[in-house]
């Protein structure tokens, strides 16, 4: 028998239940950014990846990208870099590099540009998929385990 606080990722959860009900994805930039910045450099980091990397495993960076939660996209890509997961924030900057010259923060901005790109071929970002599940499967932890080190270095 597994107590929570053998399961990966606990620590890092209890980290960000405190702080859950306090920034919302869902009000659009402006919103967003205010209330996020209140948050320390480590939850921040730790919300930002939390979400990043739910929304890919849940249905991809084409969820990620068409939902609000695309809002903290950029934040996740620091995130993954504080959290030690590299490779990780590298596919995430990849994954910003199809909106150039700048990441599109508001939701219809994002929805159009990836209108556009699923229009002229195969979506650039089911190669990413492959990519970031095969880095960092939902399965093993690896981000999880990440998590918890960093909330319990910096977070707790």
Request: glycine letters at 6%; aromatic letters at 12%; a negative charge.
């Amino acid at each position: 028998m597994t107590t929570d606080l053998q399961q990966p990722g606990t620590l890092a959860a209890n980290a960000l239940k405190r702080v859950w009900d306090t920034v919302s994805v869902y009000e659009g930039p402006e919103v967003f950014l205010k209330q996020f910045a209140v948050l320390s450099a480590p939850k921040q980091h730790l919300y930002s990846t939390w979400w990043c990397d739910h929304e890919i495993c849940n249905g991809g960076f084409l969820q990620l990208f068409e939902n609000s939660t695309g809002v903290l996209v950029p934040d996740a890509a620091v995130g993954y870099r504080a959290l030690g997961l590299l490779d990780v924030a590298a596919t995430i900057d990849e994954a910003m590099g199809y909106f150039r010259p700048t990441y599109p923060r508001e939701l219809a901005l994002r929805q159009v540009k990836v209108k556009e790109m699923s229009a002229t071929a195969k979506s650039p970002f089911e190669m990413l998929d492959e990519r970031y599940y095969s880095i960092l499967p939902w399965q093993n932890g690896r981000y999880q385990r990440a998590a918890d080190i960093y909330a319990a270095q910096n977070v707790i």
